[in-house]
């Protein structure tokens, strides 16, 4: 960097090549294995959340929101680094800047997120009178709002000329905008990171405050409703997940977030650089787990739509056999045989004991509805038994 704040690029470019040739089959497994995860994994979730009507509280939606962001790295983040050792992304200020500014965007919206979530359960679990006064639905999509809208400005700051694009022949990260934003954005970063940590400390205090009044011996002179203990202890199970959530996020990224400071300062080696960029990039391949493992309601949402699933996979294959079975004339065969795997029962009927089929299952099940014809109540059929 010479003392106009430019950067001397001869020697960097040399070093960036022999990165590139050696890094190229595994950076390009590494983000395939990225795009995959990130993408199927985060994907699923969001489907789930616009599938279920359960999925409406605030925890959910925040998640939501995230799982949106996540996938986005994971697919803009894919193309970034598959295009990084194959020189594919350097030819205009368009494919450097832009990309880069989305990747940053991303990034951003993803911390703003977490804290948000890191606020709104500060509220719930230590006030919750403020809670439902400030975290209403209007001033919700507003905050929401802010955390896509904040970011986004901060991101395309590079775009209004704050970039040394017609100084550099090679678009590197690390070299290409201004000081003062490399730590404008780490800056950003660090702070959205500590301040969620205040909250959770907070939270830890009242938690351990609240299960301690509910020790055996005290119980029984709590004045606290059942459904509001319930309330409590849902409201501080999640913000457990979305605590661990946020730890792995400062875990995976705020290695990358010191470094990108130091691009102010002083020239970082490409393979640094690149090595915890992509521990960064791995949190939004671990997140959905959390929710699967983590979240109840998240959880049950996905078995009872894995249970969907496999019930319209099991009707498709009712149907095909019955389909079958008529086809060939075998109404009497099918009878018999969907018949006898029902459990006999018996009915009272003005006195007389009445032998019946499938009384468990109902014509409204969705296992038989295509049955109907098939499978019948024998009610005519009396017995001594």
């Not at 989305?102 to 809670?131: G, P």
């Not at 907070?202 to 609240?210: D, H, Y």
């Not at 998240?298 to 009872?304: A, E, G, L, P």
């Amino acid at each position: 960097m010479d003392p106009n704040g430019t950067y001397s690029d001869s020697n960097h470019q040399l070093n960036s090549d022999e990165v590139n040739v050696v890094a190229q089959v595994p950076i390009t497994f590494f983000y395939i294995m990225i795009f995959l995860l990130g993408s199927f994994g985060n994907g699923f979730v969001i489907f789930v959340f616009l599938k279920s009507r359960q999925l409406r509280d605030n925890t959910s939606i925040f998640i939501f929101n995230l799982a949106i962001s996540d996938f986005l790295i994971a697919l803009f983040v894919t193309f970034y680094g598959i295009t990084y050792p194959y020189n594919l992304r350097h030819s205009s200020i368009f494919s450097c800047i832009i990309h880069e500014g989305v990747v940053n965007y991303l990034m951003f919206v993803s911390q703003s997120v977490l804290t948000l979530v890191s606020f709104d359960r500060f509220l719930a679990i230590c006030h919750v009178t403020k809670h439902k006064i400030i975290m209403r639905v209007s001033l919700r999509r507003g905050l929401l709002t802010l955390t896509w809208m904040v970011p986004l400005v901060l991101a395309t700051l590079p775009v209004y000329g704050f970039n040394f694009w017609d100084t550099m022949q090679w678009c590197n990260y690390s070299m290409i905008l201004h000081r003062w934003i490399y730590c404008l954005y780490s800056t950003y970063m660090i702070i959205l990171m500590v301040v969620p940590f205040v909250f959770y400390i907070q939270i830890l205090v009242k938690a351990r405050e609240f299960y301690r009044r509910l020790c055996p011996a005290q119980i029984t002179s709590l004045n606290t409703s059942t459904t509001q203990i319930l309330r409590k202890k849902r409201a501080i199970r999640n913000g457990k997940v979305m605590g661990i959530i946020t730890v792995l996020f400062a875990i995976c990224w705020l290695p990358f977030q010191i470094i990108q400071y130091l691009f102010g300062f002083v020239n970082v080696d490409d393979i640094t650089v690149m090595i915890l960029f992509n521990i960064g990039v791995l949190n939004c391949t671990v997140n959905p787990f959390i929710y699967a493992y983590q979240n109840e309601e998240i959880r049950h949402s996905v078995k009872t739509m894995l249970q969907c699933i496999k019930c319209c996979k099991l009707q498709t294959l009712l149907q095909r056999n019955g389909n079958t079975h008529q086809s060939h004339g075998n109404h009497q065969s099918g009878l018999e045989q969907d018949v006898s795997i029902l459990q006999p029962t018996q009915t009272m009927n003005n006195g007389n004991r009445r032998l019946s089929f499938g009384k468990s299952l109902t014509p409204r099940h969705p296992l038989i509805e295509n049955l109907r014809p098939v499978v019948i109540h024998v009610q005519s059929l009396e017995t001594d038994l």
